[in-house]
């Protein structure tokens, strides 16, 4: 998404940047590791793809990605500087958010353009680990959504109308975020304890895929009440 492109999002325990071309090749060893690709279902990218992937998933209006780096040891300042807080050896995975359209007919009563957000993260700094940095990651990321929630919301309704070839003259509809989910490999027990403690909760059995389906249905509630230690939205600088 191009909402977040000058953002970043601040904690006592993490900080949140956008995922830049420089970020590419630190993401690539990342993903060589089998363990990884296993765990997220991805198939080996080339360094050239990954390349390809970055930059479509800058202009995508349909996925939300920073990239988890150390936190900022001042976290009063208004910006932080690229380059600096995001180099390699501060860099500890990423968390996304991909938005699909609600094809459940039975939810559209009102007549609202409805979307599903479903949310992940990958820790792939061994060293950060099974700390609960990735509690605090998807708590201050939730947090995010919920704070800039009409912006996403408009950036990818106005580019699905857009491809689907609706006139410019038709009416807007309202979007509205149906819900969050997060889909977890039946095996992935701290992950799934992870968004449980989150307020997620299970809806269905285990799928063909070997997955259990988590949701949270009220992102607003769960951000009023959770807001992270630390939590600021700070402006991500680049050099000219």
């Not at 191009?2 to 071309?21: D, F, G, I, M, W």
Request: aromatic fraction near 8%.
């Amino acid at each position: 998404m191009k909402l977040n492109e000058s953002s970043a999002v601040s904690t006592t325990r993490a900080l949140l940047v956008p995922y830049e071309s420089r970020h590419v090749p630190t993401y690539h060893q990342w993903m060589e590791d089998s363990a990884i690709q296993e765990a997220t279902a991805s198939e080996p990218l080339t360094l050239e793809e990954e390349y390809e992937n970055q930059q479509s998933w800058r202009s995508s209006h349909d996925k939300l990605t920073f990239i988890i780096c150390q936190p900022v040891t001042d976290n009063s300042a208004p910006s932080v500087h690229a380059g600096q807080v995001d180099s390699p050896e501060k860099m500890i995975g990423d968390v996304n958010l991909f938005l699909y359209p609600n094809d459940d007919e039975e939810e559209q009563a009102d007549d609202r353009f409805q979307c599903i957000g479903e949310v992940d993260i990958m820790i792939a700094s061994h060293d950060h680990r099974g700390k609960g940095l990735g509690r605090t990651v998807v708590s201050g990321f939730l947090q995010y959504i919920s704070r800039n929630l009409e912006e996403i919301l408009h950036e990818y309704y106005t580019s699905e109308r857009e491809q689907a070839g609706t006139a410019t003259n038709s009416p807007m509809l309202k979007p509205r975020l149906r819900m969050l989910m997060a889909k977890i490999n039946k095996d992935n027990s701290r992950s799934i304890a992870l968004f449980k403690s989150l307020g997620f909760e299970q809806e269905g059995d285990v799928n063909y895929f070997g997955e259990l389906k988590l949701v949270l249905r009220d992102l607003g509630a769960y951000a009023t009440a959770n807001v992270p230690e630390g939590y600021a939205e700070l402006v991500y600088e680049r050099e000219d």
